[in-house]
């Protein structure tokens, strides 16, 4: 069987080698694409193939309803092959969830972690009222969970290695639970909204910009009756409690990966970051993608920059 990976579990050298060749017999290409060249060089196993099939202890997906301040969220969890328990990742998606990051999240499985992810209140179809308050508390929620829940699921749980990854609002969410519980293993921010500088804009562009994502009156319903108005209203209430500026302690104390696009939040996702690393025992790694904000030609580049840091920082199961 040929063997395109090294023992690290990225693509071997001499294969690398001899696709430039073949692209360059074939049509005529001289060098490759930076995001190509980096796809091949740090691309882990499990971001491009599949594992084999472990009989006795199968990868499964399993639906939760998960317990959150009086209702039930919908929720998947993806259990890793393996006998276990596994480290486990939850998994946050941003306003208003049209980007969930599957992809990263069957990657996640595929390298030996476990992947809880769901809609937040009044999301998709969960029970509830949807607000950004809700979204951290079931946040933290589905961290409990994680944490204390008891059943088969949930003996499969390494709770020692709990990461929190969260994109867009979702990585706000992420900045939130990892400021706040001491015990996370780690925290990456996926172009995280810096949802309390928001605040600094005026009311009507705040309206704009979350009704631009929400398309509430483009006939679309994703978070209920909750109306952009009303989110604009609770970001200018929390201006002072949701600044990133009260993160960085907090965040400190996990290692801590932000990853930015060419997007709006990339300057203060980077002052952020910076402000981690000021402090002394902060572990910070900072990468950026050149793409847009759902990463949509940098998937692959994505999913390893996260499978990477995971495998240096968190010390996955490999």
């Keep these: 069987m040929l063997n ?16 430039k060749i073949v ?9 490759l694409p930076t995001s190509l060249t980096y796809a091949l060089a740090d691309t882990p196993v499990a971001v491009v193939a599949d594992t084999v099939r472990d009989r006795q202890h199968p990868a499964t997906a399993n639906v939760i309803a998960l317990p959150s301040h009086g209702v039930t969220l919908n929720a998947l969890f993806l259990i890793a092959a393996g006998a276990g328990p596994h480290p486990t990742v939850l998994l946050l ?11 990263l999240a069957r990657a996640l499985q595929r390298d030996g972690w476990n992947v809880l992810t769901f809609h937040y209140r009044g999301n998709w179809g969960t029970p509830g009222r949807y607000s950004f308050g809700h979204c951290i508390e079931d946040a933290v929620s589905a961290l409990e969970w994680l944490h204390s829940s008891t059943g088969e699921s949930a003996a499969m749980i390494d709770r020692t290695r709990i990461v929190v990854i969260g994109h867009s609002l979702g990585g706000f969410a992420a ?15 996926i172009s995280a909204l810096p949802l309390g500088g928001l605040a600094a804009l005026p009311r009507d562009s705040i309206v704009q910009a979350i009704e631009s994502n929400v398309l509430n009156r483009s006939g679309i319903h ?11 209203d609770e970001i200018i209430a929390h201006r002072n409690s949701w600044d990133f500026n009260n993160f960085s302690a907090g965040l400190a104390t996990h290692p801590l990966l932000v990853v930015s696009s060419n997007d709006p939040f990339q300057k203060a996702d980077m002052v952020l970051a910076k402000d981690v690393e000021s402090h002394s025992d ?4 900072i990468v950026h993608l050149e793409t847009d904000h759902s990463y949509n030609d940098q998937r ?15 010390k996955s199961v490999r």
């Design 4 to 19: 395109f990976f090294s023992k690290s579990g990225t693509v071997n050298k001499f294969w690398e080698f001899n696709l």
């Design 23 to 31: 692209l360059i017999a074939v049509y005529g290409i001289t060098c």
């Design 93 to 103: 998606h941003g306003l208003p969830g049209f980007e969930q990051n599957m992809d």
């Design 175 to 189: 900045a939130w639970a990892g400021t706040h519980d001491p015990t996370l293993a780690g925290v990456a921010l």
């Design 222 to 232: 994703t978070i209920g009756d909750t109306t952009s108005e009303e989110l604009a």
């Design 282 to 285: 902060a572990h910070v790694k």
């Design 300 to 314: 692959i580049a994505l999913e390893s920059v996260i499978l990477n840091w995971l495998h240096e920082a968190v």
